[in-house]
């Protein structure tokens, strides 16, 4: 229930109430609100209205939306208020210890107990490799040919399925064949139709963060596919997990969102692996395939979140300061910021100019011809292309992986 405190110097008495409830969509959360000016039953108002945040999903409890929606529903019975703070928490399960989260956070790491688990309460099994040390990553400031200015340990959540997958389809092929009509050669264009099954089994990840390119996301997920054969992440039990908490990155994602993630990602690869078998099949030159029925059926069999070791680092040399990352037990998965030097910008430089000619050669010869459409098509590709050229040049670093 709420009582009232006293407000700091030069401010009037606040009316607080403190709740705890369980949300809409399950979470069970710690709810308190502090009002001024205090006025007699304001206490027992808000702690009703906090009560009623519980019709709320988690996500809505968060902003200034829910403060401005209580301050009205306040004024509304007769109690209106200069100051209104809402604080929103979680607590662990095991330990109670209040637990500051985001809204899209689904699985947290205990700082205080290493109880790990989803924001329901449910435990949840937690994989880890063991990060690469620091003087790894001094080394490879080094080999960078520069020196390491900082570095941060951050163990970033990637959900990892084993799925399998099978799809029957029926493709029609467009192909060319070309044949001798005399002394002449005759292109001629058919059809085909062709069907078939196709099926996959593959190890999956899923970074679970809902800005995984931050992170280099591609580096990740290929570094996580070739270590997981190699040699699997240990289960981290409670105590080994509590040191770890700080530099743990919480999960964005949950794991039926992985899950339907992978089933997506394996669908568009069994769809791709029917075009290149129908195309294989034609007897000439493929222009087009078309799947014109795909039925894929794909079975998650397992999925288990795995935290990756990843080291943020900067490091300085002549030109500048640059950064980069490490990825695993011995940073084995590296990419990079390097310097653009002024050979490669000269070079950048000149293809540009050199294209700009040619574009502009090309189109004048074929606008003569009448061949205008064509003419504008390669104006445009030339165009992107200096574009491109040009945008290089003046970038100020490149990547590189190491």
């Excluded at 205990?110 to 690469?132: E, H, S």
């Excluded at 990637?158 to 099978?166: C, S």
């Excluded at 409670?238 to 089933?263: C, D, M, T, W």
Aim: positive net charge.
């Amino acid at each position: 229930m709420g009582v009232l405190s006293q407000a700091p110097s030069g401010l009037s008495q606040a009316a607080t109430a403190f709740v705890a409830l369980t949300t809409r969509d399950g979470r069970l959360v710690y709810l308190s609100a502090a009002a001024r000016p205090a006025r007699p039953g304001l206490e027992q108002a808000l702690t009703s209205l906090l009560y009623e945040l519980g019709r709320r999903d988690f996500a809505e409890l968060h902003g200034d939306r829910i403060r401005l929606d209580l301050s009205r529903k306040l004024r509304e019975i007769g109690f209106p208020v200069e100051e209104l703070e809402i604080t929103v928490s979680l607590r662990c399960p095991q330990c109670a210890a209040s637990l500051q989260l985001s809204p899209e956070t689904v699985v947290y790491v205990c700082p205080y107990c290493g109880w790990a688990g989803d924001v329901y309460g449910r435990v949840l099994k937690i994989l880890a490799w063991p990060p690469a040390p620091r003087s790894a990553v001094e080394r490879l400031a080094g080999r960078l040919g520069g020196t390491l200015v900082s570095a941060e340990l951050r163990y970033v959540p990637v959900w990892v399925a084993g799925a399998e997958g099978a799809a029957s389809y029926r493709a029609t092929v467009t192909y060319v064949v070309t044949r001798q009509h005399g002394k002449q050669t005759v292109s001629e264009r058919r059809r085909m139709s062709v069907s078939g099954t196709v099926s996959a089994k593959t190890i999956e990840p899923v970074i679970a963060r809902l800005n995984a390119e931050i992170f280099g996301a591609e580096e990740i997920t290929e570094w996580v596919r070739s270590a997981w054969a190699l040699s699997k992440p240990k289960e981290l039990s409670a105590e080994e997990a509590k040191p770890l908490a700080g530099f743990i990155l919480a999960p964005e994602i949950g794991k039926e969102g992985a899950a339907s993630i992978v089933v997506d990602t394996i669908e568009d690869n069994l769809a791709e692996k029917a075009k290149a078998e129908a195309r294989a099949r034609a007897p000439g030159s493929v222009e087009d395939v078309v799947l014109n029925e795909f039925n894929p059926k794909v079975n998650v069999e397992w999925i288990h979140l795995v935290f990756v070791p990843y080291w943020y680092f900067t490091y300085r040399r002549p030109e500048g300061l640059f950064v980069g990352a490490a990825v695993g037990p011995e940073a084995s998965s590296r990419v990079a910021e390097a310097p653009l030097s002024n050979m490669r910008r000269a070079a950048a430089l000149a293809g540009s100019w050199a294209l700009s000619l040619a574009t502009g050669a090309a189109v004048e010869s074929f606008t003569s011809v009448g061949l205008g459409e064509l003419a504008i098509l390669i104006f445009f590709f030339g165009l992107a292309g200096v574009y491109f050229l040009v945008r290089t040049a003046y970038k100020p670093a490149r990547r590189v992986r190491k």
